[in-house]
C-alpha cells in the first residue's frame, strides 16, 4: 500500500511559477514509477508526466515547461511548472504504479498506476 499526499498548488497569474509536491508513505517508494496527471472541469483525467527508471516522459502540451523529479530519499516526486497558461487550471494528481504495468497499457494510461493522491488545484488566471 502506498498513501501519497500533494501539495503547493494555488492561483497564478499566466506566465508565473509552481512547484507541486507529492509525499509518499508505504511501501517501497523507489520500486514505483510516478506520474502527475490533472483534470479540469468536464474533461477527462490527462497525462502530465511521468518519473520512471530515471527516466522522465511529458505529455507535449508541458514539455519545456514542466519538470518532473523525484527525491527517493524524502519519497517525494515534485512537478515544477513555469510559464503556467490558463489552460493548465486542473486538479492535479501524483500516482503510482509498477514500473512494467505501464508495458500494456501505456504511461499515459491512468490503469497503469495503482495509487492516486487526493488531488491539489492549480488555477491560472489570465
Known amino acids: 500500500q502506498v498513501q501519497l499526499v500533494e501539495s503547493g498548488g494555488g492561483l497564478v497569474q499566466a506566465g508565473g511559477s509552481l512547484r507541486l509536491s507529492c509525499a509518499a508513505s508505504g511501501r517501497t517508494f523507489s520500486s514505483y514509477a510516478m506520474a502527475w496527471f490533472r483534470q479540469a472541469p468536464g474533461k477527462e483525467r490527462e497525462f502530465v508526466a511521468r518519473?520512471?527508471?530515471?527516466?522522465?516522459y511529458y505529455a507535449g502540451s508541458v514539455k519545456g515547461r514542466f519538470t518532473i523529479s523525484r527525491e527517493n530519499a524524502k519519497n517525494t516526486v515534485y512537478l515544477q511548472m513555469i510559464s503556467l497558461k490558463p489552460e493548465d487550471t486542473a486538479v492535479y494528481y501524483c500516482?503510482?504504479?509498477?514500473?512494467?504495468?505501464?508495458?500494456?497499457?501505456?504511461?499515459?494510461?491512468?490503469?497503469?498506476?495503482?495509487?492516486w493522491g487526493q488531488g491539489t488545484q492549480v488555477t491560472v488566471s489570465s
Open positions: 518519473w520512471s527508471g530515471g527516466t522522465t
Open positions: 500516482a503510482a504504479g509498477p514500473i512494467m504495468a505501464a508495458v500494456a497499457v501505456g504511461i499515459r494510461s491512468v490503469s497503469s498506476y495503482d495509487y
